[in-house]
């Protein structure tokens, strides 16, 4: 095992003067301190099974090396970001870039280091070797009802590999639409993939839920089945109780206000969780946090004021994902940084004075509001997460940590320079 709990305690007893007196200054300055760090303790983010490796452009892959062979070693790596934070305690699977052979161990390895699964991806955007039919044209969508079928068929095995794994959610992402004017009836295509939904829907365990989820454009670039929020609502609202909206951030037209669409689901009941990325130009899958920080700031923002005048638990009533994947950093340190910036949006959230933002709303005082916002956004709540860490048994500095410990020259002097084959 790499990073023992004993090389985590000699690297926060390094760190740990410095670090007590950041959070001193700071408990000095905002209001109720340890709420903020025992929420952040709890909250938790899921990371994806197909962000481990180096991802790839349509243009070249360049792994880094040390990258996890099997599904096994994608755990083991997970385990050992949360080991890092404490904030990574799930996993999610997409099928059959990961398929478990044999779930039951899967399954005791995951809940040994403290891990579950959350939302299980289904797959109808690429055919698979062997495969009867091609999703050339769509699947959930497809003209011909044996390609639907199959689709539909595909939902309901990725259903059973997540029941057998104790996952409770379904998430469907289709690439389905067209690529030129003329070449589909919006309508039909519609009415077509709810009725494959629907099917889907009725093999859903009772206690699951379904995750659709919304994408603007690509890989068809004139029209997408379910290409917007408004487009997935309609689909979840049909569907019923158990369907719901995801977001993923990178998944809108430029400037998107996403709070704003993230307020209305959450009033609504239907948002589904999050599939966490930044964005600069479109589905760029960057880092979360990297490029808009005030935006993720805001989100959380609407989240947990929504979530609070509906009285939802904040860490186990949404989904909350990671959907990142890129060229150039190493993948876990890449993960550490995503998680950091989600739970630090998540804090600042937490310290937004609602009673006062209420009251300038009420006042129509803007530039109060704003000052607000900016107040907790520009006040540097990074030792609050760092405690959140340090009391759940994690590191003080994750990302130091891995690099002192030399992780990922240990992982390729154990797995070598194997890229994985599987994933995007
Ligand atoms: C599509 C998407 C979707 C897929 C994942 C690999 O762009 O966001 O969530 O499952 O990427
Ligand atoms: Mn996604
Ligand atoms: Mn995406």
Same mark, same amino acid.
């Given at each position: 095992m790499l990073v023992h709990k004993a090389a985590i305690t000699a690297h926060n007893e390094t760190h740990y003067a410095q670090h007590?007196?950041a959070?001193?200054?700071?408990?000095?300055?905002?209001?109720?301190?340890?709420?903020?760090?025992?929420?952040?303790?709890?909250?938790?983010?899921?990371?994806?099974?197909?962000?481990?490796?180096?991802?790839?452009?349509?243009?070249?892959?360049?792994?880094g090396g040390g990258?996890?062979?099997?599904?096994?070693?994608?755990?083991e790596d997970?385990a050992l970001l949360h080991r890092l934070n404490q904030g990574s305690?799930?996993?999610?699977?997409?099928?059959?870039?990961?398929?478990?052979?044999?779930?039951?161990?899967?399954?005791?390895?995951?809940?040994?280091?403290?891990?579950?699964?959350?939302?299980?991806?289904?797959?109808?955007?690429?055919?698979?070797?062997?495969?009867?039919?091609?999703?050339?044209?769509?699947?959930?969508?497809?003209?011909?009802?044996?390609?639907?079928?199959?689709?539909?068929?595909?939902?309901?095995?990725?259903?059973?590999?997540?029941?057998?794994?104790?996952?409770?959610?379904?998430?469907?992402?289709?690439?389905?639409?067209?690529?030129?004017?003329?070449?589909?009836?919006?309508?039909?295509?519609?009415?077509?993939?709810?009725?494959?939904?629907?099917?889907?829907? *009725?093999?859903?365990?009772?206690?699951?839920?379904?995750?659709?989820?919304?994408?603007?454009?690509?890989?068809?670039?004139?029209?997408?089945?379910?290409?917007?929020?408004?487009?997935?609502?309609?689909?979840?609202?049909?569907?019923?109780?158990?369907?719901?909206?995801?977001?993923?951030?990178?998944?809108?037209?430029?400037?998107?206000?996403?709070?704003?669409?993230?307020?209305?689901?959450?009033?609504?009941?239907?948002?589904?969780?999050?599939?966490?990325?930044?964005?600069?130009?479109?589905?760029?899958?960057?880092?979360?946090?990297?490029?808009?920080? @005030?935006?993720?700031?805001?989100?959380?923002?609407?989240?947990?004021?929504?979530?609070?005048?509906?009285?939802?638990?904040?860490?186990?009533?949404?989904?909350?994902?990671?959907?990142?994947?890129?060229?150039?950093k190493d993948p876990l340190e890449d993960l550490l940084q995503?998680v950091e910036?989600?739970?630090?949006?998540?804090?600042?959230?937490?310290?937004?004075?609602?009673?006062?933002?209420?009251?300038?709303?009420?006042?129509?005082?803007?530039?109060?509001?704003?000052?607000?916002?900016?107040?907790?956004?520009?006040?540097?709540?990074r030792?609050?997460v760092a405690? *959140?860490r340090l009391?759940s048994g994690g590191a003080l500095r994750p990302l130091d940590l891995f690099r002192e410990a030399g992780v990922r020259k240990a992982l390729i002097a154990q797995?070598? @320079?194997? *890229?994985?084959?599987?994933?995007?």
């Amino acid at each position: 095992m790499l990073v023992h709990k004993a090389a985590i305690t000699a690297h926060n007893e390094t760190h740990y003067a410095q670090h007590a007196k950041a959070l001193a200054a700071l408990k000095d300055r905002i209001a109720d301190p340890e709420r903020v760090i025992k929420l952040v303790q709890e909250f938790q983010v899921a990371i994806p099974s197909w962000a481990l490796g180096t991802g790839g452009t349509r243009f070249g892959r360049f792994p880094g090396g040390g990258e996890p062979r099997s599904l096994e070693e994608k755990i083991e790596d997970v385990a050992l970001l949360h080991r890092l934070n404490q904030g990574s305690g799930a996993i999610s699977l997409h099928i059959p870039w990961d398929i478990p052979s044999n779930p039951k161990a899967i399954r005791e390895l995951a809940s040994s280091h403290g891990l579950r699964f959350d939302a299980v991806n289904s797959n109808t955007f690429q055919d698979q070797p062997g495969q009867a039919h091609s999703y050339k044209f769509g699947s959930l969508q497809h003209l011909n009802e044996q390609v639907r079928r199959q689709a539909i068929e595909h939902n309901m095995e990725v259903i059973r590999h997540g029941e057998a794994l104790g996952s409770q959610a379904l998430t469907v992402w289709l690439s389905d639409g067209s690529c030129f004017p003329g070449q589909l009836n919006f309508r039909k295509a519609f009415q077509r993939t709810l009725e494959s939904l629907q099917e889907i829907y *009725a093999a859903l365990p009772k206690d699951w839920k379904m995750f659709v989820e919304y994408k603007a454009f690509e890989p068809n670039f004139y029209s997408m089945t379910v290409g917007d929020w408004g487009q997935s609502y309609l689909y979840a609202s049909k569907l019923g109780p158990q369907a719901y909206t995801l977001v993923d951030l990178g998944h809108h037209l430029p400037n998107a206000n996403i709070e704003q669409i993230v307020s209305l689901l959450l009033m609504e009941g239907k948002l589904a969780g999050f599939h966490f990325n930044d964005s600069k130009y479109g589905d760029d899958d960057l880092t979360v946090g990297s490029i808009n920080p @005030y935006q993720l700031f805001l989100i959380f923002n609407e989240l947990v004021e929504g979530m609070d005048a509906r009285g939802m638990n904040h860490a186990a009533d949404l989904g909350w994902m990671i959907d990142a994947s890129h060229n150039v950093k190493d993948p876990l340190e890449d993960l550490l940084q995503s998680v950091e910036a989600i739970r630090l949006a998540y804090a600042q959230a937490l310290l937004v004075d609602q009673a006062a933002l209420r009251q300038a709303q009420e006042n129509n005082d803007v530039a109060a509001a704003q000052e607000i916002l900016q107040e907790v956004y520009r006040t540097d709540l990074r030792p609050l997460v760092a405690e *959140a860490r340090l009391r759940s048994g994690g590191a003080l500095r994750p990302l130091d940590l891995f690099r002192e410990a030399g992780v990922r020259k240990a992982l390729i002097a154990q797995r070598g @320079y194997h *890229a994985h084959t599987t994933g995007l």
